[in-house]
């Protein structure tokens, strides 16, 4: 017997603006893969030219039977220079926003999916003391323009990620290569320090979430200026940090490290986008290894499906407001590995609504194999294949999983 999800539900696919528009020249991050050294695996290039071919894209989304879009605004490509707007780069993306609308796709659009304009790098991102308001001035315009379409807004994505990288364990020579890679970049610019919002020195992580949360906090000001009622939150990474054992002060600390500050800033928005790819054991000495014999994803992560629910339901127990699941997936080449696990995640996701917890929805990563930043094209998060040469889309079989279950909604 199925049991059906909340009325208005959404169901969607997520895209970042980077990571499959492809020529994104005017940013951070296509200048950090050009420099050498440099920690990207390879170049982004034409990515999934996603920039030519987004309306393809809502057709296999809404032809999936989801009914909602999470995309991002590529702020480089909008405002190329600090004093510009890119009237054709609105135009693009109001195009976008309209094609959503005339699928019946709910828009959720993110303002910064950790890229940033080259402009803002040079000025050291977000260690520049005037870097909250720069963002926020970009997010007031886009708002005015085009928020009319906008159903709910990410300011940003994954601010954590540095941090929550930090508790993995990379080897050094990934730490010495990010190091030489933003000293090359500030060499190549000109500047004493030219800064990424995915790459980052571990000394300046806390500086740099300083930035963030204030760019955050100023931009939901800014946007609830111009359209009160657009519902604007942040996405932040959440692992299931479990324990094992009576001593959870490993496990605490990480949260608190990680998360805190983010749940703490979520708890004056209207919803809080949780993003969630894996559990993680503790015991009082540290991380547990998975158990013996788990399934593992290309990325190395056990896979779990009840991690999902679990994040959900610590990210509302702190913050108190609405869950919204910006991201959840799975990387790996086995389709039929994400076909089974995106049902057994949400019939877990549906006993945590039962319990109470708001969920409004859940959007999966991701639409399209696609540009995984450091790890280049390798990495496979996709519902929808797409060819290197050719960039023709071709919708797996958990495609068709997830589109089953958004048209019932129910599972």
């Known amino acids: ?225 111009v359209r009160p009622n657009l519902p604007v939150g942040l996405s932040i990474a959440i692992i299931d940090d479990q324990v094992v054992g009576p001593d959870a002060s490993v496990r605490d600390r990480k949260r608190e490290e990680v998360y805190g500050r983010w749940l703490r800033v979520a708890r004056d928005d209207q919803f809080l986008g949780i993003q969630n790819y894996a559990r993680n054991i503790y015991d009082a000495n540290g991380e547990v290894p998975p158990p013996a014999g788990a399934k593992r994803t290309h990325m190395g992560e056990e896979i779990y499906p009840p991690s999902l629910a679990n994040a959900v339901e610590y990210g509302h127990q702190m913050t108190g407001v609405p869950i919204l699941v910006t991201e959840h997936g799975l990387s790996t080449p086995n389709d039929e590995d994400r076909a089974a696990f995106i049902p057994a995640a949400l019939v877990c996701l549906q006993d945590t609504i039962a319990k109470g917890v708001p969920v409004l929805g859940y959007i999966h990563w991701s639409l399209l194999d696609n540009f995984e930043w450091i790890f280049g094209y390798e990495p496979k998060y996709g519902l929808i294949e797409v060819d290197r040469e050719t960039f023709v889309r071709k919708p797996k079989p958990s495609a068709a999983v997830l589109g089953d279950i958004a048209r019932a909604n129910a599972i």
Request: net charge negative; hydrophobic share 40%.
């Open 1 to 225: 017997m199925s049991k059906s999800f909340p009325a208005n539900f959404i169901w969607g696919s997520a895209v970042a603006g980077h990571q499959v528009e492809g020529n994104n020249v005017n940013s951070d991050t296509w200048f950090a893969e050009n420099v050498t050294p440099t920690v990207f695996k390879e170049r982004s290039g034409l990515a999934c030219n996603s920039y030519e071919l987004w309306e393809t894209d809502l057709d296999l989304v809404a032809g999936m039977g989801l009914n909602t879009y999470r995309f991002s605004l590529e702020w480089a490509r909008i405002q190329p220079s600090q004093d510009t707007w890119d009237e054709a780069a609105i135009a693009h993306y109001e195009a976008v926003l309209d094609g959503c609308k005339a699928r019946g796709l709910t828009t959720v659009v993110t303002m910064s999916h950790f890229t940033s304009p080259h402009w803002f790098a040079k000025l050291g991102g977000w260690l520049n003391p005037d870097a909250p308001e720069l963002f926020a001035r970009y997010c007031e315009e886009m708002v005015r323009r085009v928020g009319s379409k906008i159903d709910y807004v990410v300011t940003l994505n994954e601010p954590n990620l540095p941090r929550l990288l930090s508790w993995i364990h990379l080897p050094q020579f990934v730490r010495d290569l990010e190091a030489a890679t933003l000293q090359a970049a500030s060499e190549a610019a000109g500047v004493e320090k030219y800064r990424l919002s995915n790459v980052m020195l571990p000394a300046e992580m806390d500086a740099i979430g300083d930035g963030m949360e204030a760019g955050h906090r100023a931009a939901r000001t800014a946007i609830r200026v």
